[in-house]
Antibody
């Protein structure tokens, strides 16, 4: 079965950087686009970024564009999100999610990890 | 960006009764070339990630009970739970994937009356 396990969250000071990882298993990782979606405490869902199955296309939400980089290593079945210049408003649970269509990149999310909490605070 | 607006923000329904959640997009998410609505619905229970219920506005995901149904087209959509069960208590979100950035509704909290 599809399994997505995020890691790398924690408490970080404003202005600092953090790299999140998502280890995938149970499916052909290299065949699917992958997304990051976040959820601030007690709030709704916010899409963050997507990377195509081969890493050739990347798109970002305006709130993180220029400060974050999504990447993937298909040889390691792992998705990453490098977050720089972190702000208090970046505090959230970050989920990795699989795109619902193989080889697509702008669809629904059919599998989600359990999330990793990032807290930006001094 | 396409803005998704759900109504109501919260809803209390008796067990066995019908629950209806609405979602309105700021522009049409119907793609004319394939006549498909680029709209999905999710259920999120406390402490859990969201779970996909419906894609293409009305296609139920495998394993989702048939009491869940989606309808609508263009800019107006509805998620209906035909007979509310205790395990359906959750927050429900609509999501458009017609255009980037992908956007979600603010969520509707469903409770038992």
């Amino acid at each position: 079965q599809v399994q997505l396990v995020e890691s790398g969250g924690g408490v970080v000071q404003p202005g600092r950087s953090l790299r999140l990882s998502c280890a995938a298993s149970g499916f052909s990782f290299r065949s699917y686009a992958m997304h990051w979606v976040r959820q601030a405490p007690g709030k709704g869902l916010e899409w963050v970024a997507v990377i195509s199955y081969d890493g050739s296309n990347k798109y970002y939400a305006g709130s993180v564009k220029g400060r974050s980089t999504i990447s993937r290593d298909n040889s390691k079945n792992t998705l990453y999100l490098q977050m720089n210049s972190l702000r208090a408003e970046d505090t959230a649970v970050y989920y990795c999610a699989r795109d619902g269509v193989g080889y697509g990149y702008n669809n629904w999310f059919d599998s989600w990890g359990q999330g990793t909490l990032v807290t930006v605070s001094s | 960006d396409i803005v998704m607006t759900q109504s109501p923000d919260s809803l209390a329904v008796s067990l066995g009764e019908r629950a209806t959640i609405n979602c309105k997009s700021s522009q049409s998410v119907l793609y004319s070339s394939n006549n498909k609505n680029y709209l999905a619905w999710y259920q999120q229970k406390p402490g859990q990630p969201p779970k996909l219920l419906i894609s293409w506005a009305s296609t139920r995901e495998s394993g989702v009970p048939d009491r869940f149904s989606g309808s609508g087209s263009g800019t107006d959509f509805t998620l209906t739970i035909s007979s509310l069960q205790a395990e359906d208590v959750a927050v429900y979100y609509c999501q458009q994937y017609y255009d980037t950035p992908i956007t979600f509704g603010q969520g509707t909290r469903l409770e038992i009356k």
